[in-house]
Nanobody, 124 residues
Framework: QVQLVESGGGLVQAGGSLRLSCTAS????????MGWFRQAPGKEREFVAAIDRNGGDLYYTDSVKGRFTISRDNAKNTVYLQMNNLKPEDTAVYYC?????????????????WGQGTQVTVSS
């Protein structure tokens, strides 16, 4: 079974940038559709972005369009989330998720595999 480990979180001022990474163990990463979710204190987990196994199909939640970019490097077993122009409302624990079925399974939050999360804090 694939295991996912996120990194790259931290504290940044509003308007700054961070790049999150999610590295997968195992040799089947290239078969997984991948996504990023986030959960702020007191709120439900929400979808942020998703990418299909080939990297050609991308989805974003409206609040991050134009600011965040999801990408993947199958040779490195890694999916990235480049976050620019960060806002205090982006503060949350960010999780990556992966699923062998469809990208829609990922977008719906029904992925089989989840990472442990990385904290992103944006100060005003």
């Amino acid at each position: 079974q694939v295991q996912l480990v996120e990194s790259g979180g931290g504290l940044v001022q509003a308007g700054g940038s961070l790049r999150l990474s999610c590295t997968a163990s195992g040799r089947t990463f290239r078969s997984f559709n991948m996504g990023w979710f986030r959960q702020a204190p007191g709120k439900e987990r929400e979808f942020v972005a998703a990418i299909d196994r080939n990297g050609g199909d991308l989805y974003y939640t409206d609040s991050v369009k134009g600011r965040f970019t999801i990408s993947r490097d199958n040779a490195k077993n890694t999916v990235y989330l480049q976050m620019n122009n960060l806002k205090p409302e982006d503060t949350a624990v960010y999780y990556c998720a992966g699923d062998l079925r469809t990208i829609y399974t990922v977008v719906a939050g029904r992925s089989d595999v989840w990472g442990q999360g990385t904290q992103v804090t944006v100060s005003s």
